[in-house]
């Protein structure tokens, strides 16, 4: 029989990023006993490398913003497939939810008021992202860590969660091992929540750190939970493309907004050639507006770099396909030009932009402040994910829960930059809340022995081939599929290619039975590997699902076969979850009706 | 771009003992330390233990020694070391060691609660919000740019060489201590705990600590000697710190 120990909590934190921590800090308060599990150290999670801002409309620096732009914004981002319950409740609670990141010790940027600073982003009608510098991610881990360790929460660092176990349909706790010694555990809880974040490292190039292998996401599709919308992968315009080592890592959205342009390699503003319909009427059409408006002129319009992600996105795409773009395959991205409008500017620049000159200052050999960056879009958030109730962030199974990135809905088709820190505050803080409302209703459940051994037996079949020296490298087939999914079911997307796609992860996940492990159970980088694989193909094929069956192009995703919107899908989430035999199923399901009162926020604003 | 091969000699073991163990793999322009180790681990050495996780120097997690210095691997440019001789990584000395290159640094996480929290004065603003001047927190800025990769601890000789671990909380927790005390909001005090159980008087000013941090923050001048600046002003009698006795 498996060995494993077993831990108790009333409300189990699966995932130490924005959304776990804030809503182990809510679990606790309401007097649960709360564990939270992470893959890596605490204040390590994917959440420290946010960088531009979190989004709320607080209305420091321009007084005309309030909940209801917000709200709208959002919406019109997420071109309208966002469940529009949570992007109002978003819009709503932010405020409170950042105000509070201060009383725990934050130190946001400051107006000169002495309130906290806000700055522009793309989408967002005013300026409305809270920062610290670039390093927005860090302050607010680091915030909420630092408040967290003094609650009543236990912490398990380095430990991975490899399965849900479940009561009937309620979930009742987790599997997971211990990285040190490679120990099982088991932990029971009255209520779950997923907080495991994103994807990104299904493909090749991404902005997303290791952790990002969808893992929270793949357990609850395995334990029957849906899943909504994953279709939509964002790819973010704006990553590092030289040196090949680097390609990926993310150049903030911040760099636009403190006054940075985009040329091609013509030296043209490629932008403002192309500006849709939905955003004509807010965007500048000429340099000077767009200059203004970054310099803080209420009346100009913003500049065209920043539209939403997923238009800068493909415009640079099509202008390194078109043979326009920079050396190395990317565009420019030029800060260095302010210096013709403001003194000191590089100064200027070294406050505001302070990581981004270190990043490629050290990685890059180039002085921004001196030189144009070049870069390319990058695989950087997932809005699909869990499908969850709006206002208890509760999954389709009773007892699990999921907030942040993991879960779906708030973004719809495209997020706005600074609407996830803020989706973490609101949602991770509502998760909490509702899961230790359940945990007190609800009784520990006893756990299925022949499940975690089940479990524990697959994982560790690979130690078996390792053994006997057969089966394949765990690395070679995350390789092979991450290569697989970048070309294939990447920015631009079309059916034969996808269908291609599905047939080559099915053949990979053939593969993955296979794998070999060496070595021992103590910290074993290629165990860890394997284990990440089987979450990473689980989360490709929902991808590719999502993606074959929307038929048209919105938002993220964009597909040459189907390239406008279209009216069926305007009113339809993918909805996916994987039968009794294992294989997925998908129905498109009707978006709720909208209140009047949010429609006509909406109408006021376009 | 050249493709040419490149020599690591990566330490290799656990608590009962270990070696050194040497790589070959290609090298290509860009590449950091982080990406050779990756590609040993992917090629060669598939369970070699590493602990990472953003590769872009924000989450303080790969801090390793290379070629003796203390530094992290995934901001550690091929292009900035001697690569025509093995190129040495070794996990950081002042911690126990887990495994190969990743070592337990879970006291430093466990000290940390031994810090007063942050506990803010009342709010300015009737609706909850309170007022500070962006040049009153610059100051606590730099210090809250710390990614805890828990290089300066590792460093400090105190911890280092001595392994005063009970009686020392070292500058990363000195910092962190300056940032709170520096606070424009923060109400409560943390020069006792200090002194009397945080052995701020263990730190002698050597300033290894700032050398090795990656985010250059001064550790030393700007966190450390202030404290035990207030802390003289707090304790000693002002005319023995005038003559110099406090320092
Ligand atoms: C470079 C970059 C910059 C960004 N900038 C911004 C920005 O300026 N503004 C903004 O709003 N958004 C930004 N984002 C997006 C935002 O940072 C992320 O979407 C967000 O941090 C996700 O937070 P999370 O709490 O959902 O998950 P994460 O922070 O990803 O945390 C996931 C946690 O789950 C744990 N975990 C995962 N799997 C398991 C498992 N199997 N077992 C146990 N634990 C597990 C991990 O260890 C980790 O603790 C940025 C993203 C990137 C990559
Ligand atoms: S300056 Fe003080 S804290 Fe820093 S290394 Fe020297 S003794 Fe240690
Ligand atoms: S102060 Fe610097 S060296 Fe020390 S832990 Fe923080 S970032 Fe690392
Ligand atoms: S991996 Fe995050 S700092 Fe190096």
Redesign the pocket.
């Known amino acids: 029989m498996a060995q494993y120990e077993t831990i108790r909590h009333d409300v189990l934190i699966i995932g130490a990023g924005g959304a776990g921590l804030r809503g182990a800090v809510e679990a606790a308060a309401r007097g649960a006993s709360v564990g939270v599990v992470s893959k890596s150290l605490l204040g390590k999670a994917h959440t420290v490398m946010a960088e531009g801002g979190v989004a709320a409309a607080l209305g420091n620096v321009d007084d005309r913003d309030n909940w209801r732009v917000h709200f709208a914004d959002t919406m019109r981002g997420g071109q309208y497939v966002n469940n529009w319950r949570m992007a109002e409740l978003h819009a709503k609670e932010a405020p409170d939810r950042v105000r509070e990141l201060e009383a725990w010790g934050a130190v946001f940027d400051r107006t000169p008021d002495g309130r906290i600073l806000q700055r522009n982003f793309g989408g967002h009608r005013y300026p409305r992202l809270a920062h610290v510098g670039d390093r927005t991610g860090l302050e607010m881990i680091r915030t909420l860590q630092d408040h967290a360790i003094f609650e009543r929460i236990s912490f398990y660092m380095e430990f991975t969660i490899i399965s849900l176990l479940k009561d009937g349909n309620r979930v009742v706790g987790a599997l997971g091992y211990q990285r040190e010694k490679g120990l099982f555990f088991v932990f029971q809880a009255k209520a779950v929540v997923l907080a495991t974040g994103g994807l990104g490292r299904a493909y090749k190039i991404t902005s997303n750190s290791w952790e990002c292998t969808g893992d929270g996401i793949a357990l609850a599709c395995d334990a029957g939970a849906e899943l909504q919308d994953m279709e939509f992968v964002q790819f973010h315009p704006t990553g590092m493309v030289w040196p090949p080592s680097v390609a990926g890592i993310l150049v903030t959205e911040g760099v636009r907004g403190e006054g940075g342009v985009l040329r091609n390699g013509l030296g043209r503003r490629f932008l403002f050639d192309d500006i849709p319909p939905l955003y004509k009427d807010q965007t500048a059409d000429n340099e000077e507006e767009g200059w203004r408006y970054t310099q803080g002129d209420k009346s100009a319009r913003r500049p065209p770099e920043l539209l939403t992600r997923d238009h800068v996105a493909r415009c640079i795409v099509r202008e390194v396909r078109e043979g326009r773009g920079s050396p190395h395959g990317g565009v420019f991205l030029d800060i260095a030009w302010i210096k013709q409008k403001i003194p000191n500017a590089e100064k200027h620049i070294r406050t505001k932009l302070p990581s981004m000159y270190d990043q490629f200052l050290k990685l890059a050999d180039l002085d921004i402040t001196k030189e144009p960056m070049e870069v390319g879009p990058t695989t950087h958030y997932l809005m699909g994910g869990v499908r969850v109730d709006g206002d208890s962030q509760m999954s389709s199974l009773p007892g699990l829960f999921a907030a942040g990135e993991c879960a779906a809905g708030l973004h719809g088709a495209n997020r706005l930059g600074g609407n996830s820190l803020s989706d973490l505050l609101v949602f991770g803080q509502r998760a909490g809340e509702y899961a230790a409302r359940f945990a007190k209703d609800a009784s520990l459940a006893p756990v299925s022995e022949s499940a975690v051994g089940e479990s524990i037996r697959q994982v560790l079949a690979p130690f078996e081939n390792g053994a006997k020296g057969r089966g394949e490298s765990p690395y070679r087939v995350q390789a092979e599929l991450q290569d697989m999914m970048q070309e294939l079911v990447g920015i631009v997307r079309v059916e034969d290619e996808m269908v291609r796609a599905l047939d080559g992860i099915q053949k990979l996940k053939e593969r993955s039975r296979n794998l070999r492990v060496e070595g021992n159970r103590m910290y074993n980088a290629g165990w860890h590997t394997a284990i990440d694989v089987r979450n990473l193909l689980t989360m490709s094929e929902a991808i590719c699902r999502g993606a074959i069956e929307r038929r048209e192009s919105r938002g993220a995703h964009y597909r040459v076969d189907y390239p406008e919107k279209s009216e069926k899908f305007a009113k339809v989430n993918t909805v996916l979850h994987k039968g009794e035999d294992g294989a997925f199923k998908l129905r498109l399901e009707p978006i709720k009706e909208m209140p009047a009162e949010l429609k006509q926020i909406i109408e006021e604003m376009k | 771009m050249t493709a040419t091969t490149a020599t690591f000699s990566i330490w290799r073991g656990d608590r009962q003992g270990g070696k050194l163990v040497e790589y070959q793999t290609e090298i290509a322009e860009g590449m950091v330390v982080l990406d050779a180790v990756r590609r040993i681990q992917a090629d060669q050495a598939n369970d070699l233990a590493v602990r990472w996780n953003c590769k872009a120097g924000k989450c ?1 997690s790969c ?1 390793a020694e290379i070629n003796g210095k203390p530094r992290l691997m995934c901001m550690t440019r091929l292009s900035d070391v001697p690569t025509n001789r093995p190129i040495l990584v070794e996990p950081m000395r002042t911690f126990p060691l887990i495994r190969d290159l990743v070592t337990d640094v879970s006291w430093n996480f466990e000290k940390k609660r031994t810090v007063r929290k942050f506990t803010p004065r009342k709010p300015d603003a009737p609706d909850g919000t309170w007022r500070m001047a962006q040049i009153d927190v610059d100051r606590v800025q730099e210090f809250r ?9 590792n460093v400090c000789h105190v911890l280092r060489d001595h392994q005063l671990f009970d009686e020392y909380i070292g ?2 927790l000195l ?1 962190h201590s300056a940032a709170l005390e520096m606070h424009p909001l923060d109400s409560d005090h943390r020069l006792s705990d200090l002194r009397f159980t945080q052995g701020i008087g263990y730190c002698n000013i050597t300033k290894c ?1 700032t050398k ?4 250059e ?1 001064k ?1 030393t001048d700007n966190a450390i000697i202030p404290l035990k600046e207030r802390l003289v002003d707090r304790y000693f009698d002002p005319v023995a710190w005038l003559f110099g006795a406090g320092r």
């Open positions: 303080g801090a740019k710390c990614i805890e990769c828990f290089l300066c601890q500058p990363r910092t600590c090795v941090c990656p985010e923050i550790i």
